[in-house]
């Protein structure tokens, strides 16, 4: 699997799989073609839960103001990603060309930004992309993220102002992708085809959330000139 969304080594970095490195650039097209003239195509439904977390170097209504601007912060840590805008809160963003066993989609996925509850709780849930053809899958696509101010515990000695905030900011994604599979790849194992359908989408959210997580990260303390001292381990 692979992305071409981007520029350079780092978009390669980001979406790189090492049993793929000889795949034909003409899978893409080919898929779509099998899934339009195959009336047997299959749906199968892949599952993925991830679980992550990030802390930032100020104290909450800080960081719920940077969070609530998003449209000034998630283009930009999306990349190399695309990230288009859809309306006031939601963004078509776009994963790149990914597959196995002989099977390629072009990855896409609406995602639209709620503001945060009563509770300070933000959610990210799946909205369609306007005028985009089908593609041969669907998506459901729902996160939650919580924010906790806690005290910064500093170790014996060290120093850093009085009494340091931090943010923790921990989520829970759930994600399910449908693919329509054409029958060649219906001839297979189903447990192959799970297994590897299942193991692709977590290298997938895997990738994209450790990269989205480290580019907010190092954009919100830049944007707000927070230097984090070298002592201070931070989770991302």
């Known amino acids: 699997m692979f992305s071409e969304y981007g520029t350079g080594d780092a978009a390669a970095d980001n979406l790189q799989d090492p049993d793929d490195e000889n795949e034909d650039?003409?899978?893409?097209?080919?898929?779509?073609?099998?899934?339009?003239?195959?009336?047997n195509s299959e749906i199968r439904h892949f599952h993925n839960h991830y679980i992550g977390n990030m802390d930032l170097l100020a104290d909450k209504p800080t960081v719920?103001?940077?969070?609530?601007?998003?449209?000034?912060?998630?283009?930009?840590?999306?990349?190399?990603?695309?990230?288009?805008?859809?309306?006031?809160?939601?963004?078509?963003?776009?994963?790149?060309?990914?597959?196995?066993?002989?099977?390629?989609?072009?990855?896409?996925?609406?995602l639209d930004l709620l503001p945060p509850d009563a509770n300070s709780v933000y959610r990210i849930v799946t909205i369609p992309i306007p005028d985009q053809e089908?593609?041969?899958?669907?998506v459901d696509f729902h996160a939650e993220m919580r924010l906790e101010e806690k005290t910064l515990e500093l170790r014996a000695g060290e120093k850093l102002g009085n009494n340091p905030l931090i943010t923790s900011i921990e989520w829970d994604l759930n994600l399910t992708v449908s693919l329509h599979f054409p029958a060649f790849i219906q001839?297979?194992?189903?447990?192959?085809?799970?297994?590897?359908?299942?193991?692709?989408?977590?290298?997938?959210?895997?990738?994209?959330?450790?990269s989205l997580t480290a580019k907010v990260q190092d954009d919100f303390h830049k944007t707000h000139d927070i230097k984090v001292p070298k002592q201070i381990k931070l989770r991302r």
Not at 86 to 108: C, H, N, P, S, W
Not at 197 to 209: E, K, M, N
């Open 25 to 39: 650039s003409d899978r893409l097209a080919q898929s779509k073609e099998l899934l339009e003239t195959d009336p």
């Open 64 to 110: 719920m103001q940077y969070l609530d601007a998003h449209q000034g912060w998630f283009r930009r840590c999306a990349h190399p990603f695309k990230a288009d805008p859809i309306g006031e809160t939601g963004y078509a963003m776009g994963i790149g060309k990914v597959g196995a066993l002989g099977f390629q989609v072009d990855a896409r996925v609406g």
């Open 134 to 138: 089908p593609q041969g899958y669907e």
């Open 187 to 210: 001839k297979l194992s189903k447990d192959m085809i799970q297994k590897t359908g299942d193991s692709v989408l977590g290298f997938i959210v895997q990738r994209v959330s450790k």
